[in-house]
């Protein structure tokens, strides 16, 4: 089963300009975001994203970029996990988040 964390708040972002089409992306990421198609990555499944930062740490042409550990969906499972209100930071109010 392939999980789904929170619609539209994932930050991660590909510049298809720098992306040479290596696909290292796909390989190292564990939700199957990124294909292949016509020599370029593509984000295939951007809700699937989980923040973990594979992709950014080992693209060697910097076309990717994602904040890793401090998304939304990030924020909600710490959150549930210790009893706490999410707080992701991106809204620009210190106490909630988006």
């Keep these: 089963m392939k999980h789904k964390y929170l619609r539209n708040v994932v930050t991660l972002k590909l510049d298809e300009e720098k992306c040479k089409g290596c696909g290292i992306c796909a390989m190292v990421c564990p939700h199957a975001v990124f294909s292949i198609k016509e020599d370029k990555a593509t984000i295939a ?3 699937s994203c989980m923040e973990c930062g594979a992709c950014a740490k080992n ?3 910097s076309a990717i970029e994602v904040k890793s ?3 939304c969906a990030y924020a909600i499972i710490i959150g549930k996990l210790t009893g706490t209100e999410p707080n992701c930071g991106c809204s ?3 106490n909630g988040c988006c």
Aim: hydrophobic letters at 25%; charged letters at 35%; aromatic letters at 8%.
């Design 59 to 61: 693209c060697p042409f």
């Design 92 to 94: 620009g109010d210190a």
């Design 45 to 47: 499944d951007k809700d």
């Design 69 to 71: 550990g401090v998304g």
